[in-house]
């Protein structure tokens, strides 16, 4: 029986620490466990690690794993691990850490000794390849207090094909990096004079944004939510008492004082949601309030972990909040799960992967065992298997997460819906019941998209910044031969516009072969090319993205054709 990976993988990070040992003596071991895809080390040392010392690395890891070294492991005393690694202030601080009656563990391979609760493979020959692939900064403990460490990452497999597989995937990762591919089709910037994780919408990605709004708006209106606009700052006090200063205040930007009035930049909507609903008195006939807000919201995320569209300080999620009663939550949440998996297969999602988490137990009220099993039979209503993450939901309740594979393979995180009867409670929302008594109604939160700006860094990836012609900003590109032929471009262009396509002509002087390939980088769905003899006969020959044939066609057969593919979301 095979090792699983993230043994495998953790016994990898053993190996490396083995192998840095022997070759730099002077690097500090830390810490070093598995992750997705692979495993890392962080380690301290003065001098930086080089692309060639992570050749050498390697190389001596090989050899660690040729000669098939044994993994043991011991119980010690705390003292015993104290002294063995008093010259390692990081061990001893872990070591000194450990609560009292839990194991303290050494495991040994060859000549290393490490610290570690284990969960290894037995020998290290069970390490078919690796490949060591990067060397990033990381704050020990991920604390920017503390010192700064050098991570080293790596991947481990079972064979040699299964690396090169994923080292291919990686690849094909990079060439469609969202960061890489919004810079090349000019869809947004992140501007340096205006700070970290702050996205400026470039005309082309402000469109796409645009279309995406504009089909969850749709999917809204079709299952009767209203919508409401609260502000970007609101007095601090929302947060005191729905729990996030308690919560999530490491989250949240840091107060505003106006007037002695502390006040906060948004970081999720729902409070505002909530002031909303309890601005006026509801009958159980009013029942179930659903609101919904394109709201940008502000969270602090450190400089080290800002990345591109999928990790941002200001973001806009596609928000809404359902308020009903009890006896409607299981058929307000799987409408919500329906509502999502619509959003999902129309931007070409088809692997997806649902996961219930639930409260810690300190967290737990008699409610939650209610909310999950509304979340469960709604999962099976659909029947989508799901799993658990024990402790992974939110304050004020459970959720579900709805995770979504790529063209590539990759998993990625999007929309989520969460149960909730605590913030109702918090903020003594009520309606009045048939009987004539006041209740506390049920509380759903659901972000399906997640936020706008993941959700399109995650699509720029999937499809590789060649979005489908419903989504494209440019959905044709009429390209003259000659000069001779630029009227009659402005006229398709035009015929095409009033249909409302989008489109545009290329005037530039360059060969006809220079203007295509452009327009191909650019990921047009549709090249238009007219000549003499279509300008004659009113006809376009029309290049396809991802198909060789070239067809000509009279403008209205294009512009039918295109008007279905759109219509149909393909």
Same mark, same amino acid.
């Given at each position: 029986?095979?090792?699983?990976?993230?043994?495998?993988?953790?016994?990898?990070?053993?190996?490396?620490?083995?192998?840095?040992?022997?070759?730099?003596?002077?690097?500090?071991?830390?810490?070093?466990?598995?992750?997705?895809?692979?495993?890392?080390?962080?380690?301290?040392?003065?001098?930086?690690?080089?692309?060639?010392?992570?050749?050498?690395?390697?190389?001596?890891?090989?050899?660690?794993?040729?000669?098939?070294?044994?993994?043991?492991?011991?119980?010690?005393?705390?003292?015993?691990?104290?002294?063995?690694?008093?010259?390692?202030?990081?061990?001893?601080?872990?070591?000194?850490?450990?609560?009292?009656?839990?194991?303290?563990?050494?495991?040994?391979?060859?000549?290393?000794?490490?610290?570690?609760?284990?969960?290894?493979?037995?020998?290290?020959?069970?390490?078919?390849?690796?490949?060591?692939?990067?060397?990033?900064?990381?704050?020990?403990?991920?604390?920017?207090?503390?010192?700064?460490?050098?991570?080293?990452?790596?991947?481990?497999?079972?064979?040699?094909?299964?690396?090169?597989?994923?080292?291919?995937?990686?690849?094909?990762?990079?060439?469609?990096?969202?960061?890489?591919?919004?810079?090349?089709?000019?869809?947004?910037?992140?501007?340096?004079?205006?700070?970290?994780?702050?996205?400026?919408?470039?005309?082309?990605?402000?469109?796409?944004?645009?279309?995406?709004?504009?089909?969850?708006?749709?999917?809204?209106?079709?299952?009767?939510?209203?919508?409401?606009?609260?502000?970007?700052?609101?007095?601090?006090?929302?947060?005191?008492?729905?729990?996030?200063?308690?919560?999530?205040?490491?989250?949240?930007?840091?107060?505003?004082?106006?007037?002695?009035? $502390? *006040?906060? /930049?948004?970081?999720?909507?729902? #409070? %505002?949601?909530?002031?909303? &609903?309890?601005?006026? @008195?509801?009958?159980?006939?009013?029942?179930?309030?659903?609101?919904?807000?394109?709201?940008?919201?502000?969270?602090?995320?450190?400089?080290?972990?800002?990345?591109?569209?999928?990790?941002?300080?200001?973001?806009?999620?596609?928000?809404?909040?359902?308020?009903?009663?009890?006896?409607?939550?299981?058929?307000?949440?799987?409408?919500?799960?329906?509502?999502?998996?619509?959003?999902?297969?129309?931007?070409?999602?088809?692997?997806?992967?649902?996961?219930?988490?639930?409260?810690?137990?300190?967290?737990?009220?008699?409610?939650?065992?209610?909310?999950?099993?509304?979340?469960?039979?709604?999962?099976? $209503? *659909?029947? /989508?298997?799901?799993?658990?993450? #024990? %402790?992974?939901?939110?304050? &004020?309740?459970?959720? @579900?997460?709805?995770?979504?594979?790529?063209?590539?393979?990759?998993?990625?995180?999007?929309?989520?819906?969460?149960?909730?009867?605590?913030?109702?409670?918090?903020?003594?929302?009520?309606?009045?019941?048939?009987?004539?008594?006041?209740?506390?109604?049920?509380?759903?939160?659901?972000?399906?998209?997640?936020?706008?700006?993941?959700?399109?860094?995650?699509?720029?990836?999937?499809?590789?910044?060649?979005?489908?012609?419903?989504?494209?900003?440019?959905?044709?590109?009429?390209?003259?031969?000659?000069?001779?032929?630029?009227?009659?471009?402005?006229?398709?262009?035009?015929?095409?516009?009033?249909?409302?396509?989008?489109?545009?002509?290329?005037?530039?002087?360059?060969?006809?072969?220079?203007?295509?390939?452009?327009?191909?980088?650019?990921?047009?769905?549709?090249?238009?090319?007219?000549?003499?003899?279509?300008?004659?006969?009113?006809?376009?020959?029309?290049?396809?993205?991802?198909?060789?044939?070239?067809?000509?066609?009279?403008?209205?057969?294009?512009?039918?054709?295109?008007?279905?593919?759109?219509?149909?979301?393909?």
């Amino acid at each position: 029986m095979k090792t699983p990976l993230p043994e495998l993988r953790h016994t990898a990070a053993h190996v490396l620490a083995y192998a840095a040992q022997d070759l730099f003596p002077d690097a500090k071991p830390t810490i070093g466990p598995a992750i997705e895809n692979g495993f890392y080390y962080d380690f301290d040392r003065a001098e930086a690690f080089t692309p060639e010392d992570l050749a050498r690395l390697e190389a001596r890891m090989a050899e660690i794993v040729k000669a098939n070294y044994a993994m043991t492991g011991r119980p010690v005393t705390r003292a015993e691990a104290l002294s063995i690694f008093r010259g390692n202030p990081y061990k001893v601080e872990i070591a000194s850490e450990i609560p009292e009656g839990e194991p303290i563990t050494l495991y040994t391979i060859g000549e290393f000794t490490d610290l570690c609760r284990g969960g290894h493979a037995d020998f290290t020959g069970e390490i078919g390849a690796l490949k060591l692939t990067s060397v990033a900064g990381a704050y020990w403990r991920g604390d920017e207090r503390k010192p700064m460490l050098q991570r080293i990452y790596g991947t481990a497999w079972y064979d040699r094909a299964e690396l090169d597989a994923y080292l291919a995937q990686v690849e094909e990762a990079l060439q469609r990096d969202h960061r890489k591919l919004g810079a090349e089709l000019d869809l947004y910037s992140v501007e340096e004079d205006a700070g970290a994780g702050l996205i400026f919408w470039h005309p082309k990605g402000a469109i796409v944004r645009g279309l995406i709004e504009d089909f969850i708006r749709q999917g809204l209106r079709e299952r009767g939510y209203q919508p409401v606009v609260t502000p970007h700052v609101v007095s601090e006090k929302l947060y005191e008492i729905s729990g996030h200063l308690e919560n999530f205040a490491q989250n949240m930007f840091g107060p505003l004082e106006v007037e002695e009035q $502390r *006040f906060r /930049l948004k970081p999720m909507n729902c #409070p %505002g949601h909530i002031l909303i &609903y309890r601005s006026r @008195l509801h009958s159980y006939r009013d029942l179930p309030v659903r609101y919904s807000e394109f709201g940008t919201v502000y969270r602090y995320e450190r400089s080290g972990v800002v990345h591109g569209l999928t990790r941002v300080r200001g973001f806009t999620q596609d928000d809404a909040h359902i308020f009903c009663t009890p006896e409607q939550l299981q058929g307000e949440f799987e409408l919500t799960l329906d509502e999502a998996m619509r959003l999902m297969n129309a931007f070409g999602f088809s692997d997806f992967e649902y996961v219930l988490s639930t409260r810690d137990d300190a967290l737990r009220t008699e409610t939650d065992p209610v909310a999950e099993d509304a979340i469960r039979k709604a999962l099976e $209503r *659909f029947g /989508l298997p799901h799993s658990v993450d #024990p %402790g992974g939901g939110a304050f &004020y309740g459970p959720k @579900l997460d709805i995770n979504v594979r790529d063209a590539i393979g990759r998993k990625w995180q999007l929309g989520t819906v969460q149960v909730d009867f605590i913030l109702p409670a918090r903020f003594e929302l009520k309606y009045r019941a048939s009987d004539g008594h006041d209740r506390t109604p049920v509380m759903i939160h659901r972000a399906l998209a997640g936020s706008l700006e993941r959700f399109f860094g995650i699509a720029i990836e999937h499809f590789g910044g060649a979005f489908p012609a419903w989504l494209a900003p440019v959905q044709a590109a009429v390209v003259p031969i000659s000069e001779h032929q630029q009227d009659y471009a402005r006229e398709v262009a035009a015929r095409l516009t009033g249909m409302g396509r989008r489109v545009e002509v290329d005037e530039s002087n360059e060969k006809l072969g220079h203007k295509i390939r452009h327009w191909k980088k650019q990921k047009v769905p549709y090249i238009l090319v007219v000549g003499k003899q279509e300008a004659a006969e009113g006809t376009v020959n029309v290049n396809q993205r991802g198909v060789e044939d070239k067809r000509t066609v009279s403008v209205g057969t294009f512009a039918e054709q295109l008007q279905s593919i759109i219509e149909a979301k393909k």
